[in-house]
């Protein structure tokens, strides 16, 4: 599968609008701080199953740092490095493996983990927060990671139909062409 580069951008663009505008609406309001799923994360996860670590690094500090400007601007980078480090790590872990949506289901739900830790670290480490990390881990960690999870599950395949195209077939040996005179 080849990954086309710019209709993942305006997905991740897309995607950045919906949980910027649909997704508050509809997450409950008991649940608004808690649950904050990231869709160009997962579309980040997605280019480093597919197109490698370098280009899922540089994805995730663009996205990282629009999502930095757009929602968190007290402290700008966290999402950044997180999203950027994230995605290089997972590209790195899945190497050569064929990208499948159980993989790209555990990436999402470990990427999570880890994205959503390296955000309370850094906001730990300039005192943004005086949460404990096992309050954070029970209060919104562990529930935006369920729920990406089930998002990457949902959107793993209309992910590779819209953003792959597929490689071209392997050419024929030729001992198939000799054998067909």
């Known amino acids: 599968m080849k990954l086309r580069i710019h209709r993942t951008i305006l997905a991740a663009l897309v995607?950045?609008?919906i949980e910027t505008a649909v997704l508050p609406w509809l997450v409950p309001t008991a649940m608004s701080g808690r649950i904050v799923p990231h869709f160009p994360f997962l579309v980040t996860l997605f280019v480093a199953a597919t197109a490698g670590r370098h280009i899922a690094?540089?994805?995730?500090?663009?996205?990282?740092?629009?999502?930095?400007?757009i929602f968190y601007g007290h402290l700008?980078?966290?999402?950044?490095?997180?999203m950027?480090?994230?995605?290089?790590?997972?590209?790195?872990?899945?190497g050569r493996l064929r990208p499948s949506a159980g993989l790209y289901v555990v990436l999402a739900a470990f990427g999570g983990f880890m994205l959503?830790?390296?955000?309370?670290?850094?906001?730990?480490?300039?005192?943004?927060?005086?949460?404990?990390?096992?309050f954070a881990i029970?209060?919104?960690i562990l529930p935006t990671t369920a729920v990406q999870a089930a998002l990457a599950a949902l959107l793993y395949f209309p992910f590779r139909r819209l953003l792959t195209r597929p490689a071209p077939a392997a050419s024929q040996g030729s001992d198939e062409r000799s054998s067909a005179d």
Do not use: C, H, M
């Open 116 to 134: 959503d830790s390296i955000v309370y670290a850094i906001y730990r480490l300039f005192q943004v927060t005086t949460a404990s990390y096992l």
């Open 84 to 94: 950027a480090l994230t995605g290089y790590l997972a590209g790195l872990a899945v």
């Open 57 to 69: 690094f540089f994805f995730g500090l663009g996205f990282g740092l629009l999502q930095d400007v």
């Open 15 to 17: 995607l950045l609008l």
């Open 76 to 82: 700008i980078g966290a999402y950044a490095f997180g």
């Open 138 to 140: 029970g209060w919104q």
